[in-house]
Nanobody
């Protein structure tokens, strides 16, 4: 059974850096997963932020975070760790951030309904 647990949320000053972590258990035996970070701010639609295909490290980013955010993954024992390094944070980056996993490769489109598993979310607040 796949389980995703996010951590690392908190309050960050604008312009600062922060890192989110997602512990993905139940996927360590397979490299055939697309892992992603989504976010949703109050009153706004959910947005795909970054994704990475475990099999070949292919990654892609939303235009809103390109050049500022970096997604990566590592493996610790039987758990895949998916990291989101966020630099140059802006007020508009404040949101609930969710880790998601999809069996198979990352699709051309980057849409929430395609993902099979979700974490509970971790809140990021950006203060000016």
């Amino acid at each position: 059974q796949v389980k995703l647990v996010e951590s690392g949320g908190g309050s960050v000053q604008a312009g600062g850096s922060h890192r989110l972590s997602c512990a993905a258990s139940g996927v360590a035996g397979s490299r055939n997963y697309c892992m992603a970070w989504f976010r949703q701010a109050p009153g706004k639609a959910r947005e795909g932020v970054a994704r990475i295909f475990i099999g070949n490290d292919y990654d892609s980013y939303a235009d809103s975070v390109k050049g500022r955010f970096t997604i990566s993954h590592d493996k610790v024992d039987d758990t895949n760790i998916v990291l989101l390094q966020m630099n140059g944070l802006k007020a508009e980056d404040a949101a609930m951030y969710y880790c998601a996993a999809m069996r198979g490769g990352c699709l051309m489109r980057f849409a929430g309904p395609d993902f099979d598993y979700w974490g509970q979310g971790t809140q990021v607040t950006v203060s000016s």
